[in-house]
């Protein structure tokens, strides 16, 4: 297992590589100058072509891509073009953000998608099975920008029962930051007040993100139980007597789920490119914002190393689905041999 | 553990967690929210947007300051200014006894690094002096008097003074790393004598930031007997998610330009209201005037013409925007007061289009006009003009981009679009902000000045009122110059901005000003 795990983890490295080049020369062939909006509204074409050389920007691109390649792999991305301060320390800030909210919507979208697909595919063709259907193709369909606000209008504005934005309330402040999760930051600090408010904001983010996700997986884990149940072993486990929910739930579950893992890991980016619309509507400060932000600036710097994280952290995502496949299925990993 | 333990012990925990729960929101009185932007940096003289007003009219001091609206120049920091006769040296006497916020005092020799802090980095705020004002030039005639010397006369130098904060270089020194002027340490941290001070640990870059009520302001409270003591920043993205805000009590004030299809919303909900104030804000459709079609002024004349002013105005904003003639804001000194806007009337747009054509312009080409995609009225005027043309045999392509693209096409004639929409903002009151920085030609190149129109009469009108330390003869230049500007018809002038800032109704004392969009907190107090 150790050698498997290793092999994985080896053949990312040469993806991350290949990704670091890839955002570097699409971040500088796409239109957009930093330096103009740098140097403000009445500067001269010498100025701006002042702060394009200060910069580097005016520098061959390989040379400045080896710079790149240099400092990133130093753990350096710069400094921000328009904040002046290390892009290192801006995504630190906001990073813990993004993956709070994508952690959770993990998590509702893995711990109620399961269930939902096995009843499913249980109650084929019945009205279980219809509801998961009409659910799934809904969560699919509907746009998370517009679920968002739904969700906003009516249980922050009509049932008035949870707040509207942002990740805690105002009046509270921030906990002393530890890990950079709220959720976290709060309970460490023995804070439940804060905690309370870190859960009720999190909410609706939360299962807007997840919802997606959620349809993704129930309708994978009730295609793979409806497979598993066709086999000779659940006829035979049947002959000999289990009980339909043990059964289901232990034998023909654990045989099914593995495609649905392989579809965790692939959710997990998606969650993370789906953030962006949910964390501006609900002014969650996390990457996807900042992205935007860096993208409406050209501000390379920031938007290079934000693209390389997500990145970075869908690879160790994908490992980790990888190591929980193969503890499932402990043929995977000979597979690899 | 049986059930009466069990009890107890849940109890006991109950009493115990609760403290936590309730102490700290009776211990804090609510702040004041602001739902409005924050800068990308807190480091006054490394941008200059419409967000960093917020933090150089609270965190900051000027020299001079503009208030009010229509805004007054009024003496800050300085007490008054003395100009020599030519134009060139300019001398400003501090006011006794300024303090920064870590108390110390607020000299001459601290304006002097401010100006060489400034101009050294040559970032947005500096472009305004560059190019007649060197830092070695930037002198301390005393402990209360610093002397400019600029290289040639430049008339709205004072009218820029407000653009540049003071800051306390004995604060910033010791964070200085190489060349950097401590730009990394003022972005996130505050260095000012204003009327608030920053509290660093709460700052997340566009996110949030955290003041503190500053006692010992050199302006006193006495002008404000509840003044507001913590201001938490928090900015919200989305229009519709600020507006909601607004309503349900979290945030007290949206950013001053809230959608107009909201405002009768905002002012219907007891709790909140709208804040309607004539600003200094043009809006504008540029024509790029080396391109042909609109090399040909009958062309340009077409197009000013087939735009439904009216329909634009009175409907899609409902009239919450004041029509603007030309390319200054009808409430600007310079503009003549019987100058005359352009009508949308297709006829008198054919007659100009068949002329244009006539000429051999090229008015059957595809145009394209280039929004700012997430700027809402870009992609509505944009698409209004498209109907109309389209009457006219004009086939104009709506093309979707981004600020910092197009400003930075404008670096060239021949990749500034045929045509695109933006605001002019006041950066500083006075019509270089606008026609002087717009049609003088030694502009060419930067985004304000992107028609790339060129009359030797009016860069000569502009550069002799850009020099002239006369008021009168200013006035009068600018009013030729706008003249001629408007009958060549280089661009297409829409409307002046209607500031719209949407306010909880416990925030008193709001005041609006052209420069820094009403931001400035001393002057505001809270009803709880």
Known sequence: ?337 | MGFRRLRTTLLAAAIAAAPMIAAPAQAQQRPMVWGDSLPATLDPHAIFDVPSQFILLNAYDGLYRYQANPPQLVPWLAASHTTSADGLTWEFTLRPGIKFQDGSDLTADDVVYSFRRLLAMRRAPAAAFTPVLKPENVTAAGPLTVRFVLSSPYAPFLSAMPLVAIVNQRAIAPHVQGDDWGTAWLSANGAGSGAYRIVPETYQARVALDMERFPGHFMGWSHNQRPIESVRSRPVMETSTRVLALLRGEIDATDSYLPTDQVERVDRNPRTRVARDESMRVFIIRMNNRKPPFDNRDARLCFAHAFNYQGFNEIVLRGLVVRNAGPNPNNLWGNPPDLQPYNFDLAVARRHCDAARAAGAPLDREIEIHIQSELEQTVQAAQMFQADLRRLGVNLRIVPNTWPNITAATAQAQTTPDMWIHWVSTYFVDPENWIGQMYDSQFHGTWKASSWYTNAQVDALLRQARGSLDQAERDRLYQQATRQVVADSPDIWVYNTLNLRGLSRRVQGYQFSPVGSGGEMRLMSLEN
């Open chain 1, 1 to 337: 297992m150790a050698r498997y795990i290793l092999r994985r983890i080896l053949l990312t490295l040469p993806a991350l590589f290949g990704l670091v080049i890839l955002t570097f020369v699409l971040s500088r062939v796409i239109p957009g100058d930093p330096a103009t909006a740098l140097a403000g509204d009445a500067a001269t074409p010498a100025q701006i072509a002042d702060i394009r050389a200060r910069y580097g920007l005016d520098r061959p691109i390989i040379e400045q891509a080896a710079i790149h390649v240099r400092q990133v792999v130093t753990g350096d991305f710069g400094r921000s073009i328009f904040s002046g301060r290390p892009v290192a320390e801006e995504i630190a800030q906001r990073l813990p953000a993004t993956l709070e909210l994508t952690f959770v919507a993990l998590f509702l979208a893995t711990a109620l998608g399961i269930p939902l697909g096995l009843l499913a595919a249980l109650d084929h063709n019945g009205p279980v099975d219809h509801l998961v259907r009409v659910l799934s193709v809904g969560g699919l369909a509907i746009a998370s920008f517009w679920l968002a606000i739904m969700l906003q209008l009516y249980f922050s504005m009509d049932l008035d029962i949870l707040p509207l934005r942002g990740r805690i309330d105002v009046a509270l402040g921030m906990p002393p930051r530890v890990t950079g999760s709220v959720l976290i930051d709060s309970l460490l600090a023995g804070r439940l007040d804060m905690f309370a408010s870190a859960c009720r904001h999190i909410v609706l983010p939360a299962v807007t993100l997840a919802l997606p996700g959620l349809a993704t997986i129930a309708r994978f884990t009730r295609s793979g139980v409806l497979e598993t149940l066709q086999k000779d072993f659940v006829l035979y486990a049947r002959a000999a007597g289990y009980g339909r929910v043990r059964l289901a739930a232990i034998y023909v579950l654990r045989n099914a789920v593995n495609v649905t893992v392989t579809q965790i890991g692939l959710l997990f980016g998606a969650l993370i490119s789906g953030a962006v619309a949910v964390e501006a509507v609900f002014d969650w400060p996390g990457l996807g914002t900042y992205a935007v932000q860096a993208i409406l600036a050209a501000d390379y710097k920031a938007l290079l190393a934000v693209t390389l994280v997500v990145g970075v952290v869908y690879a160790v995502v994908n490992v980790v689905v990888d190591v929980v496949q193969a503890l499932i299925d402990p043929r995977v990993a000979e597979d690899h041999r």
